[in-house]
């Protein structure tokens, strides 16, 4: 309603320009993304940009529509009258008495200022899904700790939002396990710690079925390396001319580089042999079963195809691995409403296929059954030549069965980006078998490399386990916490339980925000030292505001219910408080811009910059020595506004907060 305070001041200003707009144009809504907040903030608050393409739109001066657009506006209540500039920038400078009315509202708003949706959609969000009973690592932590971000996000603006872990507990590891299980098993070991006896024989398996490939790779490779080397040889130097010498330089360079990277692939490649080869046991089994993967692979088709034995041991196994991960679950503070994976739909594989073929929908090309797509090149196949299926008819099975039970609006995957064809196909299918309205997003991320530039790998080469990434982020944090003393000087010394607690925190909050507060479809470098600094864009830098100011309430000994109670008033007359009120005001708008295009990294952004305009009000606004009363509280109430955003922003990054670190 006019005149009161809006939750979303930057949609209250789309809702004044879009009739005017749609006067203009028949598409307002593109135009009015071109409303914003400034970038330069002496010039206001918000500016709308629009005027320029409208007028190239309209073969009309951009200054001239301004003028229209600024004289049918009537925002007088909430800004000062807006400013022209330049060819047709509009800028809006909001009036102090509105931002302190808006704020006030915040005071008694459990949501602080987000509206719910107006029309509750039923959203699935299939995230984390990692391959059971192979070990965790450093991969799942992005799609797991996005989709959960995403998740708490929906839910928040209240939306119907389903989680649903896809995990993979039906695939060729299972087949690795109990290969292992019958030729390696340490019986004791198994009695004592199942879950550590049944990693140790995966990786056995795996370091067996490295080695087969690496010996023949190793001879390929060594033919290549040796050619290459050749022809770098044979590049002569002795040309006459500047320009041939110049191509010859950047050829040598060229064949330098390939065999650099040859090289390196040998060497891993080596390791990979010289750690059977080092273990006599393992040497001569290899030795003796000259096709591991094979064998391995029959496995996996016997527990497919219903052997008893081997369904006796998946039975027997999967608790294990289950335990495993939801350990981690607990630790990283996430849950899923279903965790339905690949093995509950392997009895609908079949008929599924059978149907598709039928309906005309999939046909057989070289003894496999595919489904072929008018504009995707590729085809996807739904069942082998040997009759397997696959991860893709799976997934198929699966749609079907989120559309059948829970009728959703939208179907989110949170996967890495390397799986971008597979969405296309399984979106371009389920349109295909009618499921046209429904929303299908696959939401992409990027590698995590190392800091040498690479995928994160332990220096032996290993994908670094999760769970040792959890205990490092945590020991670190609990150097900090004993080192910092900055937001802990009210109270007694922190005992040890509460500084291993506080660490916990903080460690895991670092680990979460720094893979979300990275534009998720890059790839991102993973780094101790940066995710843990104490100022920056780090989840740390936003819990030690946090602590800070409830450090503030303790040493004055404030009550922030009480405080909240009073309502007021609010005044922003220093600039700085001005500042950060505005900045509080814009939580519903960061809220927003991370469920466009699903994008937690809009949060984290946003939060950065309110803490940073909180230090800048912290430093130059003294609040328990304010001049008078009036004054401490308005600022009270501002640090607490302050806290609460925080700790609700980070809170739907599934991140904890703090009272003293
Ligand atoms: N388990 C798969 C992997 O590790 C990811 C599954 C993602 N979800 C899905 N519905 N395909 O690659």
């Given at each position: 309603?006019?005149?009161?305070?809006?939750?979303?001041?930057?949609?209250?200003?789309?809702?004044?320009?879009?009739?005017?707009?749609?006067?203009?144009?028949?598409?307002?809504?593109?135009?009015?993304?071109?409303?914003?907040?400034?970038?330069?903030?002496?010039?206001?608050?918000?500016?709308?940009?629009?005027?320029?393409?409208?007028?190239?739109?309209?073969?009309?001066?951009?200054?001239?529509?301004?003028?229209?657009?600024?004289?049918?506006?009537?925002?007088?209540?909430?800004?000062?009258?807006?400013?022209?500039?330049?060819?047709?920038?509009?800028?809006?400078?909001?009036?102090?008495?509105?931002?302190?009315?808006?704020?006030?509202?915040?005071?008694?708003?459990?949501?602080?200022?987000?509206?719910?949706?107006?029309?509750?959609?039923?959203?699935?969000?299939?995230?984390?899904?990692?391959?059971?009973?192979?070990?965790?690592?450093?991969?799942?932590?992005?799609?797991?700790?996005?989709?959960?971000?995403?998740?708490?996000?929906?839910?928040?603006?209240?939306?119907?939002?389903?989680?649903?872990?896809?995990?993979?507990?039906?695939?060729?590891?299972?087949?690795?396990?109990?290969?292992?299980?019958?030729?390696?098993?340490?019986?004791?070991?198994?009695?004592?710690?199942?879950?550590?006896?049944?990693?140790?024989?995966?990786?056995?398996?795996?370091?067996?079925?490295?080695?087969?490939?690496?010996?023949?790779?190793?001879?390929?490779?060594?033919?290549?390396?040796?050619?290459?080397?050749?022809?770098?040889?044979?590049?002569?130097?002795?040309?006459?001319?500047?320009?041939?010498?110049?191509?010859?330089?950047?050829?040598?360079?060229?064949?330098?580089?390939?065999?650099?990277?040859?090289?390196?692939?040998?060497?891993?490649?080596?390791?990979?042999?010289?750690?059977?080869?080092?273990?006599?046991?393992?040497?001569?089994?290899?030795?003796?079963?000259?096709?591991?993967?094979?064998?391995?692979?029959?496995?996996?088709?016997?527990?497919?195809?219903?052997?008893?034995?081997?369904?006796?041991?998946?039975?027997?196994?999967?608790?294990?691995?289950?335990?495993?991960?939801?350990?981690?679950?607990?630790?990283?503070?996430?849950?899923?409403?279903?965790?339905?994976?690949?093995?509950?739909?392997?009895?609908?594989?079949?008929?599924?296929?059978?149907?598709?073929?039928?309906?005309?929908?999939?046909?057989?090309?070289?003894?496999?059954?595919?489904?072929?797509?008018?504009?995707?090149?590729?085809p996807m196949i739904i069942r082998k030549q040997d009759g397997a299926f696959l991860y893709a008819t799976t997934d198929l099975a699966t749609l079907r069965y989120r559309m059948e039970t829970w009728n959703p609006d939208a179907i989110l995957y949170v996967v890495?980006?390397?799986?971008?064809?597979?969405?296309?196909?399984?979106?371009?299918?389920?349109?295909?078998?009618?499921?046209?309205?429904?929303?299908?997003?696959?939401?992409?991320?990027?590698?995590?490399?190392?800091?040498?530039?690479?995928?994160?790998?332990?220096?032996?080469?290993?994908?670094?386990?999760?769970?040792?990434?959890?205990?490092?982020?945590?020991?670190?944090?609990?150097?900090?916490?004993?080192?910092?003393?900055?937001?802990?000087?009210?109270?007694?010394?922190?005992?040890?339980?509460?500084?291993?607690?506080?660490?916990?925190?903080?460690?895991?909050?670092?680990?979460?925000?720094?893979?979300?507060?990275?534009?998720?479809?890059?790839?991102?470098?993973?780094?101790?030292?940066?995710?843990?600094?104490?100022?920056?864009?780090?989840?740390?830098?936003?819990?030690?505001?946090?602590?800070?100011?409830?450090?503030?309430?303790?040493?004055?000994?404030?009550?922030?219910?009480?405080?909240?109670?009073?309502?007021?008033?609010?005044?922003?007359?220093?600039?700085?408080?001005?500042?950060?009120?505005?900045?509080?005001?814009?939580?519903?708008?960061?809220?927003?811009?991370?469920?466009?295009?699903?994008?937690?990294?809009?949060?984290?952004?946003?939060?950065?910059?309110?803490?940073?305009?909180?230090?800048?009000?912290?430093?130059?606004?003294?609040?328990?020595?304010?001049?008078?009363?009036?004054?401490?509280?308005?600022?009270?109430?501002?640090?607490?506004?302050?806290?609460?955003?925080?700790?609700?922003?980070?809170?739907?990054?599934?991140?904890?907060?703090?009272?003293?670190?």
């Open positions: 309603a006019k005149g009161s305070c809006t939750m979303n001041i930057l949609e209250e200003l789309r809702v004044r320009f879009r009739p005017i707009l749609a006067q203009l144009t028949s598409d307002p809504e593109s135009y009015l993304k071109l409303l914003r907040p400034t970038q330069d903030e002496r010039l206001g608050d918000y500016q709308a940009d629009l005027a320029m393409p409208l007028a190239k739109a309209l073969r009309r001066k951009p200054r001239e529509i301004a003028e229209e657009i600024v004289a049918a506006l009537d925002v007088a209540d909430m800004a000062h009258p807006p400013e022209i500039a330049g060819p047709g920038f509009i800028n809006f400078r909001l009036r102090d008495e509105y931002l302190e009315k808006c704020l006030q509202a915040l005071l008694e708003d459990p949501r602080l200022g987000v509206p719910p949706v107006e029309k509750v959609e039923t959203i699935i969000i299939d995230y984390s899904a990692p391959n059971v009973a192979k070990p965790m690592h450093v991969g799942h932590i992005r799609s797991t700790v996005i989709g959960d971000a995403i998740y708490r996000t929906l839910r928040f603006v209240g939306h119907r939002v389903i989680s649903d872990n896809h995990i993979g507990d039906w695939g060729t590891q299972f087949g690795m396990i109990i290969y292992g299980y019958r030729h390696f098993l340490d019986e004791d070991a198994y009695k004592k710690n199942p879950t550590a006896e049944l990693a140790r024989l995966y990786r056995l398996v795996r370091q067996l079925i490295d080695y087969q490939e690496a010996v023949q790779k190793i001879a390929e490779l060594e033919g290549r390396l040796q050619a290459k080397e050749q022809e770098l040889a044979g590049v002569s130097s002795n040309q006459t001319s500047a320009a041939a010498t110049k191509m010859e330089d950047k050829k040598r360079r060229e064949l330098q580089e390939e065999i650099e990277e040859l090289r390196e692939e040998l060497e891993e490649l080596r390791r990979k042999r010289a750690a059977v080869e080092d273990n006599p046991t393992l040497y001569e089994w290899a030795k003796a079963h000259p096709n591991i993967e094979q064998d391995v692979l029959q496995e996996t088709a016997k527990l497919h195809a219903g052997d008893e034995e081997n369904l006796r041991l998946w039975r027997e196994f999967l608790p294990h691995s289950l335990d495993e991960m939801n350990r981690i679950y607990r630790r990283l503070g996430i849950r899923f409403d279903y965790t339905l994976g690949e093995s509950f739909y392997h009895d609908r594989l079949g008929p599924l296929v059978e149907e598709l073929v039928q309906k005309g929908l999939a046909r057989e090309s070289e003894g496999a059954i595919c489904i072929f797509f008018p504009d995707i090149d590729t890495d980006f390397r799986q971008s064809l597979h969405f296309r196909q399984l979106f371009a299918a389920a349109r295909m078998m009618g499921y046209d309205r429904v929303k299908l997003v696959h939401v992409s991320f990027g590698t995590v490399l190392g800091e040498d530039g690479r995928p994160f790998k332990t220096r032996e080469g290993d994908v670094v386990g999760l769970e040792s990434l959890l205990d490092e982020a945590v020991r670190r944090a609990y150097q900090i916490v004993c080192a910092n003393d900055d937001a802990k000087p009210t109270g007694p010394e922190l005992s040890e339980e509460e500084r291993r607690r506080i660490a916990e925190v903080v460690g895991i909050g670092a680990l979460k925000y720094a893979d979300l507060s990275q534009n998720r479809t890059s790839d991102y470098v993973f780094s101790y030292d940066k995710m843990l600094a104490m100022t920056g864009n780090t989840g740390t830098y936003m819990q030690y505001a946090y602590a800070r100011i409830q450090n503030i309430f303790a040493k004055g000994g404030v009550d922030v219910t009480t405080l909240r109670k009073l309502d007021g008033p609010i005044h922003l007359k220093h600039p700085a408080e001005r500042a950060l009120g505005r900045e509080i005001l814009r939580f519903p708008e960061a809220i927003q811009l991370v469920l466009e295009d699903y994008r937690p990294n809009q949060l984290t952004g946003y939060l950065f910059s309110l803490a940073n305009r909180f230090s800048t009000f912290y430093e130059s606004c003294p609040v328990l020595q304010a001049a008078d009363s009036e004054e401490r509280q308005s600022r009270l109430l501002l640090c607490d506004l302050t806290a609460r955003v925080i700790r609700q922003g980070l809170e739907l990054l599934g991140i904890e907060v703090v009272n003293r670190m």
